[in-house]
């Protein structure tokens, strides 16, 4: 199975701050990276799919990019609204696997 | 919309079996998958298994082939998924999510329902 690792696993940031999230694979995807957001309590949310393309309706603070093994999600301008914990999920090979996530929260 | 709405809570005794319902609306059920995901309290997700509507192909990690089944429903728009042989770290959010297409499994889910919660305990 290919192993997902996100870091940092906790991001105190300031809103406003511009925000990076890594994500590494144990082996390379091409560009089969995709990024959810989970806000507390709730069902994650599709933001970005095959390492850099933005789902319809998310917001254009965030953005992907990457490709092979590492790969970034980054929020230009952090908000309120954003506060959540961030995974990556390779779509490259069954099993589909994810990392273990990044919580975002304002400093 | 599309919507998703997943059935409610379970509470399973060890070696019991757990069905969970997935119904979807506002889009053509019959047109994608479905996969499931589960995470565990305080965990990650881990994927379960995908099933495409269309032609009910599926796909399963290898830990739960065998006591893991998926169906769907094309009069309802329903999608279900029964566990079998219950053990407590079974113990998990179980979400439903569209995935795939026509084609097969894509393997990026858009969107989730909103979990069922799955208690394992005797």
């Known amino acids: 199975d290919i192993q997902m690792t996100q870091s940092p696993l906790s991001l105190p940031a300031s809103v406003g701050e511009r925000v990076t999230v890594t994500c590494r694979a144990s082996?390379?995807?091409?560009?089969?990276l995709n990024w959810y957001q989970q806000r507390p309590g709730k069902a994650p949310k599709f933001l970005i799919y095959?390492?850099?393309n933005l789902q319809g309706g998310v917001p254009l603070r965030f953005s992907g990019s990457g490709s092979g093994t590492e790969f970034t999600l980054t929020i230009s301008s952090l908000q309120p609204e954003d506060v959540a914990t961030y995974y990556c999920?390779?779509?490259?090979?069954?099993?589909?696997?994810f990392g273990l996530g990044t919580k975002v929260e304002i400093k | 919309q599309i919507q998703v709405v997943q059935s409610g809570a379970e509470v399973k005794k060890p070696g019991a079996s757990v069905k969970i319902s997935c119904k979807t609306s506002?889009?053509?059920?019959?047109?994608?998958?479905i996969s499931w995901v589960r995470q565990a309290p305080g965990q990650g997700f881990e994927w379960l298994g995908w099933?495409?509507?269309?032609?009910?192909?599926?796909k399963y990690a290898q830990k739960f082939q065998g006591r893991l089944t998926m169906t769907t429903d094309t009069s309802t728009d329903t999608a279900y998924m029964e566990l079998r042989s219950l053990r407590s770290d079974d113990t998990a959010v179980y979400f439903c999510?569209?995935?795939?297409?026509?084609?097969?499994?894509?393997?990026?889910?858009?969107?989730w329902g909103q979990g069922t919660l799955v208690t394992v305990s005797s």
């Open positions: 999510a569209r995935d795939g297409g026509i084609e097969g499994a894509i393997g990026w889910f858009d969107p």
């Open positions: 095959t390492a850099s």
């Open positions: 999920q390779q779509s490259y090979s069954v099993p589909w696997t």
């Open positions: 082996q390379s995807i091409g560009t089969s």
């Open positions: 099933i495409s509507v269309y032609n009910g192909d599926k």
């Open positions: 506002g889009y053509t059920f019959t047109s994608y998958g």
